[in-house]
């Protein structure tokens, strides 16, 4: 399954983007998508995650009440609301695609980048 992400952008410090990742396949139940994030020089950092079946989410602690996940199972599609942005989210970010009992992601987009100005 291929990956590509869209709807990066620059905004000011507290608007807002919404941000896209398509996969060119059927996701099958049992698979879980996910947001990543890595800004130059730090690590990849965990943002959200969905499970393409229950619809149960999860999020990383730094964007808890700020960003949401969400699917669309008929389009193979999911998105990443992101609200409230701050400075410290410009990143890349990169949805990938694992199965539910598996911690290594099968499949990667190349990211799409955020960049948030004070």
């Known amino acids: 399954v291929q990956l590509v992400e869209s709807g990066g952008g620059s905004v000011q410090a507290g608007g807002s983007l919404r941000l896209s990742c398509a996969a060119s396949?059927?996701?099958?139940?049992?698979?879980?998508l996910s947001w990543y994030r890595q800004a130059p020089g730090k690590e990849r950092e965990f943002v959200a995650s969905i499970a393409w079946s229950s619809g149960h989410t999860e999020y990383g602690l730094s964007v808890q009440g700020r960003f949401t996940i969400s699917k669309n199972n008929d389009k193979n599609m999911m998105f990443l609301e992101m609200n409230s942005l701050k400075p410290a989210d410009t990143a890349t970010y990169c949805c990938?695609?694992?199965?539910?009992?598996?911690?290594?992601?099968?499949?990667w987009g190349t990211g799409t980048q955020v960049t948030v100005s004070a």
């Open positions: 396949g059927r996701i099958l139940p049992g698979n879980v």
């Open positions: 990938g695609r694992r199965l539910v009992c598996i911690t290594n992601y099968a499949d």
